[in-house]
Nanobody
Framework: QVQLVESGGGLVQAGESLRLSCQVS????????LGWYRQAPGKKRELVAT???????NYAVSVKGRFTISRDDTRDTVNLQMNSLKPEDTAIYYC?????????WGQGTQVTVSS
């Protein structure tokens, strides 16, 4: 059973930065795709960024150029560096692992950006 534990959320002002981390455990093989999603109040969960095994990244248009996803398969972690944060980035951020056709989620970490 794959388990994901996020950390690093918090309250910041617009323009500041935060770094989210996700520790992955329980996988016998490399995770196919690691990613970050977010869900704002009253909205559907949406993709923020993904990092497939072997390289490459994918970003939502709204965060491209401001956020950077990175995965370290030697440490079983995936991070999300968030710069130039905006109030509209306020949401619960979830770590996601797509592993052998199954989707796994962390418990989420709150990010709040004040204007």
């Amino acid at each position: 059973q794959v388990q994901l534990v996020e950390s690093g959320g918090g309250l910041v002002q617009a323009g500041e930065s935060l770094r989210l981390s996700c520790q992955v455990s329980g996988a016998l093989f490399a995770i196919d795709v690691l990613g970050w999603y977010r869900q704002a109040p009253g909205k559907k969960r949406e993709l923020v960024a993904t990092a497939p095994y072997g390289g490459g990244t994918n970003y939502a248009v709204s965060v491209k150029g401001r956020f950077t996803i990175s995965r370290d398969d030697t440490r079983d972690t995936v991070n999300l560096q968030m710069n130039s944060l905006k109030p509209e980035d306020t949401a619960i951020y979830y770590c996601n692992a797509n592993y052998r056709t199954m989707n796994y989620w962390g418990q989420g970490t709150q990010v709040t950006v004040s204007s």
